[in-house]
């Protein structure tokens, strides 16, 4: 419950940021860097999602630094040797999967970020960027649920 939870505050505090960048800037294609109201609520969102994701504890997620990640899975995939059969061993391989797609995800999420800010500029992408978190915490909700009639059916 504590995952979905963090997932709603985040995604509603950045509608909420978003909204008060659209009340104060209209559809500007910045905010005024000395906007704190805006900041702060992007920066409380930003630490809830690294909270939430800490609570998480899955070993070798790296969810903080984008370069801890690449550092990382650079570091083993060079002084790492690999079995007799030419392949790492499987939590290697799992730890590598999670470094790669942290980088991954951490790149398209920019990718993507830049696409919805320029041409929405930062109120309305904001409010589209907190409205996809809060449709995944209803989802996460929702499967949780299912998961739990399920085992109550069992």
């Known amino acids: 419950p ?25 559809l500007a294609e910045a905010v005024d860097h000395t906007d704190y109201v805006v900041i702060g609520g992007v920066a409380l969102a930003m630490g ?4 939430t994701a800490l609570r998480m504890h899955v070993p070798g ?6 370069q801890t990640a ?3 899975l650079v570091n083993d995939l060079l002084n790492r040797p690999l079995t007799a059969d030419g392949r790492a061993p499987r939590h ?3 730890a590598r999967s999670r ?6 995800g951490i790149f398209v999420g920019g ?4 696409w919805l800010l320029v041409p929405l500029g930062p109120g309305r992408a904001l409010i589209v960027i907190g409205a996809a978190v809060l449709t995944f915490a209803a989802a996460c909700h929702v499967a949780l649920l299912r998961r739990e009639d399920m085992g109550a059916r069992a």
Not at 61 to 66: A, D, H, N, R, W
Not at 99 to 104: D, E, Y
Not at 111 to 114: A, M
């Open 111 to 114: 990718v993507l970020g830049t």
């Open 70 to 72: 690449l550092a990382q």
């Open 48 to 51: 809830l999602r690294a909270s």
């Open 2 to 26: 504590w995952f979905v939870a963090g997932l709603a505050g985040e995604g509603l505090l950045l509608v909420a940021s978003g909204a008060v960048a659209l009340g104060r800037h209209g």
């Open 61 to 66: 997620m790296p969810t903080l630094l984008s």
């Open 92 to 94: 290697r391989l799992l």
């Open 99 to 104: 470094w790669a797609a942290t980088v991954l």
